[in-house]
């Protein structure tokens, strides 16, 4: 079965710059998606189609993609960003979709 | 604005059948640009896509559940629903319904439900 890799966890200090990588075969063929989550909520699209923000996203928020990996990076870290984040894509034919296991963003 | 609502038993016992509903508001589940999803996630784990279903039906499963998943929908009732067979203790879980905003050959998740706690025990 297809799978996305994160790594488990990253940390920042405020105001620095935190970036959290997925990787994946089918990643040049298929978009990524990044969410956030904090504690008993339900997760938050921050970047669709590899870079696109969505509306009230704020800016700090960005993606980025190249070949096999794609990169959420988020500038200007703050206290409120810390949670975990979980990419999301599709196989190579875009029926199998399929989360990456998360990352725990601290803010330290 | 658009708002997603998941309802069903919060405890099932093993061997038996998980049944929830998502009731849409705020639009309708018949748009041609949407998709609609169940995801779930066990406590302290990761998110996992069950399956989506477009509003003319056609439907997609995770392969890993796509012999215990039906994931149907009701037009009339803007609603869509989920039953997953032969239940056991892994698949106690919060289960989503979200939105699936559509990309190129598939599909993200927008609008989220706030997750419905299901208890699979006897």
């Known amino acids: 079965s297809y799978e996305l890799t994160q790594p488990p966890s990253v940390s920042v200090s405020p105001g620095q710059t935190a970036r959290i990588t997925c990787s994946g075969d089918?990643?040049?063929?298929?978009?990524a998606y990044w969410y956030q989550q904090k504690p008993g909520q339900a997760p938050v699209l921050v970047i669709y189609?590899?870079?696109e923000r969505p509306s009230g996203i704020p800016e700090r928020f960005s993606g980025s993609s190249s070949g096999t990996t794609v990169t959420l990076t988020i500038s200007g870290v703050q206290a409120e960003d810390e949670a975990d984040y979980y990419c999301?894509?599709?196989?190579?034919?875009?029926?199998?979709?399929?989360f990456g296991g998360g990352t725990k963003l601290t803010v330290l | 604005q658009l708002q997603l609502q998941e309802s069903g038993p919060g405890l099932v016992k093993p061997s038996e059948t998980l049944s929830l509903t998502c009731t849409v508001s705020?639009?309708?589940?018949?748009?041609?640009?949407?998709?609609w999803g169940w995801i779930r996630q066990p406590p302290g784990k990761g998110l996992e896509w069950i399956g989506s279903?477009?509003?003319?039906?056609?439907?997609y499963y995770n392969p890993s559940l796509k012999s215990r998943v039906t994931i149907s929908v009701d037009t009339s009732k803007n609603q869509f629903s989920l039953k997953l067979s032969s239940v056991t203790a892994a698949d106690t879980a919060v289960y989503y319904c979200?939105?699936?905003?559509?990309?190129?050959?598939?599909?993200?998740?927008?609008?989220w439900g706030q997750g419905t706690m299901v208890t699979v025990s006897s």
């Open positions: 089918a990643l040049p063929k298929q978009y």
């Open positions: 979200a939105r699936g905003l559509m990309a190129g050959t598939t599909h993200a998740f927008d609008i």
């Open positions: 279903i477009y509003y003319s039906g056609s439907t």
């Open positions: 705020g639009g309708s589940i018949s748009s041609s640009s949407y998709y």
């Open positions: 189609k590899d870079s």
């Open positions: 999301q894509s599709a196989d190579s034919s875009g029926t199998f979709l399929v």
